[in-house]
């Protein structure tokens, strides 16, 4: 019987693996220029006279490569020795994850216990083949009524958050996380301030949300890399959770701050600026990225991804980029946030592209309805305030005026106001009837 188990058997391979080192030739802005190492494009380089400083390589040339740094580059030298690590980067998944708080890279950064019995996966992973996936049939309650009714979600569905800074997107993902049906939630925050982190963490997510989720932090001061690797560390977290055939919620906030790091690396590479500013690789990235999440023959992800939308413009090139890959888009209204309203969740704007296939015939009739009432209203609202509106005029806009108080309640919603889907059936039942 054989005493070499698999993980002895890998150490052994990797500590007879040749050693290759190259050179630092150069480092301006972001990049660092590598010469006479030979790695492929996505592999792990270690800078040895720079305190261990790690490093991706992200462009190559004759006879040298572009490396970007995955932390501070105070320190290198020209002539410093590079060494290769053997592969890409890799991290550790496990059950153990539920509860932790881990960084860009998927090392722990909440002062508990190492991860080092766990398994070891390399972050890239190919997208499912589309003919592979299940059919999304089953709906997903997220604990919001305004979603569930009116932009109703699909187990393996992926929906944008579309809104400007301060509108609430923050808030209303802790609220999915807290009352999602999915028992396993993976949480990335990419480019938060430092100051939110754990404000997130210990108010609007709290012990029970945490208990049941990992969260994956990169600050806005973290290196370009380490805030692009953190969005694909969380969706390869949660493809492991999905394959053990859980049902997982995949929340990053925000996919704009993923787009602006490879921006920052596709021009500190070289590429040209394309529109406004972003260079080509940006839109390669983001269907890359977001084909992950979905169905498979095993589990699921659904994916929730926040766009900060510059100036509150729906059609700027990272938002309509990623509408027309996602499966739906939840439109927040800067207009009700400061008006009181949350979630501040424009629902005429909103539309999930599942609604049919997770609805019954009779919940749509429902949600129709309401829909009607709220575009009939925003319709004739200014005549209302200005006293011109004569009653009669419109079924729906009366209908609407009459039911104008309920309706509202019934949208509105505080954080700790979590509603089962049963319930909010039932509520809009008696609101439209």
Known sequence: MSLLTPSVAAAALGAARPLHHGTVTELVGLHVVVRNLPAAVGDLVEVVGAGRLLAEVVALRPGSMVCLPLGPTAGIRVGDLVRHTGGPLTIRVGEQLLGRVLDGLGRPVDGGPDLDALDVVVVELAAPAALSRPRITQPLGLGVRALDALVPCGRGQRIGIMAGSGVGKSS??????RGSDAPVSVIALVGERGREVREFIDVDLGPDGL????????TSDAPAMERLRAAFTATRIAEWFRDQGRDVVLMMDSLTRVAMAQREIGLSAG????TRGYPPSVFGLLPRLLERAGTSDRGSITGL???LVEGDDLQDPVGDTARSILDGHVVLSRELATSGHFPAIDVLESISRVTSAVTTKEQQRLATRLRRMLAAHR???ELVEIGAYVAGADADADAALERLPRIEAFLRQSMDDLTPTAE???RLEELVA
């Open 424 to 426: 909010t059936w039932r």
């Open 379 to 381: 319709s004739v609202r």
């Open 172 to 177: 209303l993902l802790s609220m999915v996380a």
């Open 305 to 307: 991804y926040t766009v």
């Open 211 to 218: 208990a049941r989720s990992v969260v994956v932090v990169a």
């Open 271 to 274: 590429e040209p600026p394309a």
